[in-house]
C-alpha cells in the first residue's frame, strides 16, 4: 500500500497538473486582455455569430445564451450554439473570437469534417472506458489481477484517444474562426490578432489537457511494470 501512495509517478500527474493550470491561467489572462478592447463595428458576439451562420448558409442553428462563464459550446444533436452570459452581449475581441470558433464548430458539423465526426462517434465509448478504468484498474492492483490491470488501461487509452482527436476538432474551428473574420470584415487589423491570440490561448489549454492525459496513461503502465517485477 506505501508503494501506491508514496508512489514517484505521482510526479507524471503533478506535472500534467501543472500544465493544465499554467494553460488555464493563460486563456483567463488572455481573454481578460481583449475582454476590454471593442470591435469598430460595434457587433455583439450573438450578432456576429449569426452572421457567420447566415453567411455559411446554416439557418437551421438557434443561438442560445447559457449560464457560467466561458461555458460557450455547439450542440451538435440539438444543432443549438450556446454562448455564456459574458461573451453573449459583449462587443469585445475577445467574446467575437469565442463566439466565432463555435460557429468554426458548427460548420464542421454542416460540412461533415470527419474528426468531429469520429469524435461524436466514440463519445459513448469513451463515456464507458473513463467510468470504469480507475476501478478495474485499482482492484487489479491490489488483488494482483493482471487481466484487471490491462483492461484499466486499455479503457484509460480510449481517454487519450478522444483527447487527441478532439485537437484537430479546436485548432480547425478556430483556423476557420480567423479566416471568417477576416473574410467578413467582422474584424480586421489589431482586433483580429487579438482574437487570434485568445484562441491560440484555448488551443493550447487542449494541448495541455491531451499531454496531462497521456502523462496519466504512462503512469499507469509504469505502475502495472512494476507490479509485475
Known amino acids: 500500500m506505501m508503494f501506491f501512495y508514496y508512489d514517484a509517478t505521482y510526479l507524471l ?8 493550470v499554467i494553460a488555464s491561467a493563460n486563456v483567463n489572462q488572455t481573454y481578460k486582455k481583449y475582454s476590454t478592447v ?15 451562420l447566415d453567411q455559411a448558409g446554416i439557418r437551421q442553428v438557434r443561438i442560445e445564451r ?23 452581449n459583449s462587443q469585445s475581441v475577445a467574446a ?12 464542421q458539423d454542416d ?27 485499482l482492484i487489479g492492483l491490489l488483488m494482483g489481477a493482471p487481466g484487471l490491470v490491462n483492461a484499466g488501461i486499455i479503457l484509460f487509452s480510449l481517454v487519450v484517444v478522444f483527447q487527441l482527436v478532439t485537437l484537430p476538432v479546436e485548432f480547425n474551428a478556430s483556423g476557420r474562426a480567423l479566416r471568417i473574420l477576416d473574410g467578413t470584415g467582422i ?43
Open 66 to 88: 447559457v449560464g457560467g462563464n466561458l461555458t460557450d459550446h455547439y450542440d451538435p444533436r440539438s444543432k443549438v450554439l450556446r454562448l455564456s452570459e459574458t461573451v453573449y
Open 38 to 52: 471593442g470591435n469598430a463595428r460595434q457587433m455583439t458576439a450573438e450578432q456576429a455569430a449569426r452572421t457567420i
Open 111 to 137: 460540412v461533415g469534417y470527419v474528426p468531429i465526426k469520429i469524435r461524436g462517434a466514440i463519445v459513448p465509448v469513451v463515456n464507458f472506458g473513463s467510468a470504469l478504468c480507475w476501478p478495474l484498474f
Open 13 to 20: 500527474v503533478l506535472a500534467g497538473v501543472i500544465l493544465c
Open 187 to 229: 474584424l480586421s487589423g489589431s482586433e483580429l490578432q487579438g482574437a487570434g491570440k485568445v484562441l491560440r490561448a484555448a488551443a493550447l489549454t487542449y494541448v495541455a489537457s491531451a499531454l496531462s492525459t497521456i502523462l496519466q496513461l504512462l503512469r499507469l503502465v509504469l505502475l502495472s511494470g512494476r507490479r509485475r517485477n
Open 96 to 107: 467575437i473570437g469565442v463566439a466565432a470558433h463555435e460557429c468554426g464548430h458548427a460548420i
